[in-house]
């Protein structure tokens, strides 16, 4: 697509229940990346796919967080049992590995808002 | 292990004046630094980028920022702000330009006023 796309757009789920966050990066990118931005906070890294594995997954907080890609393109990512401390936007990037004078560069969606109640 | 520290979390400029938002970065292995944008109400796009080519890197809308190694800072400047600069400013590290994950700083908040 012309950019990356997330969804849903906003999200407010009660607490204990799970959620699943979905992002479509741009054609041909085969670097993903999902961060979190709590409110008044920066972005706060949670992992990365190359192609369909992820070699960096470091910043995942818990084992209630998962993440999967398929096809080397759509992503999603799985919140089990929220808390209300997962409430943040969660943000989706990708990147070309290529060549070009674009190469480098984080291409981010929208994010999809989540509350947890 | 690396990071970036943004000194101030909002700064306010009078229409016209200089734009100077901080960014200091640690890194054990020689950095890639990064500033992003976020307008309200839209996803984060990039502004800049210094991949050890040129020290002074020059950027959209007018920004640029100075590699400097000596005091480890990536701070962004603008000469004359205008009310449309208003938005959080992010800048970031990476280990690589095109394949390590992107440490961001908390973010500052740039307000003009007219």
């Known amino acids: 697509g012309a950019g990356v796309s997330q969804s849903p757009s906003n999200k407010v789920t009660e607490k204990g229940k799970d959620v699943e966050l979905r992002c479509d990066p741009i054609?041909?990118?085969?670097?993903l990346y999902w961060y979190r931005q709590r409110l008044g906070q920066g972005l706060e890294f949670l992992i990365y796919?190359?192609?369909?594995?992820?070699?960096?997954k470091s910043g995942l907080p818990s084992d209630r967080f998962s993440a999967e890609r398929t096809g080397e393109s759509v992503s999603t990512l799985t919140i089990q049992r929220t808390q209300q401390e997962d409430s943040a936007v969660y943000l989706c990037?990708?990147?070309?590995?290529?060549?070009?004078?674009?190469?480098?560069?984080?291409?981010f969606g929208e994010g999809s808002r989540l509350t947890v109640l | 292990a690396q990071s970036v520290t943004q000194l101030g979390s909002h700064v306010s400029v009078s229409e016209g004046a200089l734009v100077l938002l901080r960014c200091n970065y640690s890194?054990?292995?020689?950095?890639?630094l990064f500033w992003y944008v976020q307008y309200p109400n839209q996803g984060l796009q990039l502004l800049l980028k210094?991949?050890?080519?040129?020290?002074l890197v020059k950027g959209i809308n007018g920004f640029e920022a100075e590699f400097k190694k000596s005091e480890t800072s990536f701070h962004l400047t603008k000469p004359s702000a205008h009310m449309s600069d208003a938005a959080e400013y992010f800048c970031?590290?990476?280990?690589?330009?095109?394949?390590?994950?992107?440490?961001f700083g908390t973010g500052t908040r740039l307000q003009v006023f007219p």
């Open positions: 990037a990708s990147r070309s590995n290529g060549g070009g004078i674009n190469t480098g560069e984080l291409f």
């Open positions: 210094y991949t050890s080519a040129a020290t």
């Open positions: 890194s054990s292995v020689p950095p890639y």
């Open positions: 796919f190359q192609g369909n594995s992820a070699p960096d």
């Open positions: 970031a590290v990476s280990r690589s330009y095109n394949t390590d994950k992107l440490i």
């Open positions: 054609s041909g990118h085969t670097a």
